[in-house]
């Protein structure tokens, strides 16, 4: 049983930094795509950014330059560095997975099997 749970989330100011802890168990197959996912109140979900088996990486443009997402195999945990934050990150973070994959994205979620119940960032200006 594939299980995904967040850790790391809170409040911060503007310009402030966070860590975002995914712990991963039950996935078997070395082939492996995880990724990060938001949703800010009343708003549709969006992806933020992904990793793969092969640390492949990939980020929305509203992120890529301030957030760097990472894993540690060793210790089954996925990660998302956030820096530079700004209100409109504020949300619900969740962390995702598919395994086995065949396109690793986050241009939707449809193809995410695996879904962890979320972790609130909030920033405030």
């Known amino acids: 049983q594939v299980q995904l749970v967040e850790s790391g989330g809170g409040s911060v100011q503007a310009g402030g930094s966070l860590r975002l802890s995914c712990s991963v168990s039950?996935?078997?197959?070395?082939?492996?795509?995880v990724s990060w996912f938001r949703q800010a109140p009343g708003k549709q979900r969006e992806g933020v950014a992904y990793i793969t088996n092969q640390d492949t990486t990939g980020y929305a443009a509203s992120v890529r330059g301030r957030f760097i997402i990472s894993q540690d195999k060793a210790m089954n945990t996925l990660y998302l560095q956030m820096n530079s934050l700004k209100p409109e990150d504020t949300g619900m973070y969740y962390c995702?997975?598919?395994?086995?994959?065949?396109?690793?994205?986050?241009?939707?979620?449809?193809?995410?099997?695996?879904w962890g119940r979320g972790a609130q960032v909030t920033v405030s200006s």
């Open positions: 995702a997975a598919q395994s086995p994959f065949r396109i690793c994205s986050t241009d939707t979620d449809r193809q995410y099997a695996y």
């Open positions: 039950g996935i078997t197959q070395d082939n492996y795509c």
